[in-house]
């Protein structure tokens, strides 16, 4: 049974910085593509970044060259460095696993999207003060 847990969420002020983290377990983590997402409250889910087993990443282009996806595959975990906070920032964050190919569909489609994911964590509250 998969289970990923979030941590590391809290209150910055803008600017700021926070390091995520997702602790997995149940499976081969090695075998899946891991995915950070968010929603915000009265907004869609957003696909934040990604990252497959081979160490390719894909960021969303409200986060990049802010955010940074990383994984320590022998502590089975996953981690979302995330910098220069922004207000808009503020949401539940979320970490997802899914198979290998989803990379390949995110490559093809520039899209993080959740119906790749199968397996979701409970999230993770970030909220960002201006």
């Known amino acids: 049974q998969v289970q990923l847990v979030e941590s590391g969420g809290g209150s910055v002020q803008a600017g700021g910085s926070l390091r995520l983290s997702c602790a997995a377990s149940?499976?081969?983590?090695?075998?899946?593509?891991m995915g950070w997402f968010r929603q915000a409250p009265g907004k869609t889910r957003e696909g934040v970044a990604a990252?497959?087993?081979?160490?390719?990443?894909s960021y969303a282009d409200s986060v990049k060259g802010r955010f940074t996806i990383s994984q320590d595959n022998a502590k089975n975990t996953l981690y979302l460095q995330m910098n220069s906070l922004k207000p808009e920032d503020t949401a539940m964050y979320y970490c997802?696993?899914?198979?290998?190919?989803?990379?390949?569909?995110?490559?093809?489609?520039?899209?993080?999207?959740?119906?790749?994911?199968?397996?979701w964590g409970q999230g993770t509250q970030v909220t960002v003060s201006s």
């Open positions: 990252i497959d087993s081979d160490g390719s990443t």
């Open positions: 997802a696993a899914g198979p290998t190919g989803v990379m390949t569909a995110i490559q093809a489609t520039g899209i993080i999207s959740g119906s790749f994911f199968g397996h």
């Open positions: 149940g499976y081969t983590y090695s075998n899946f593509c």
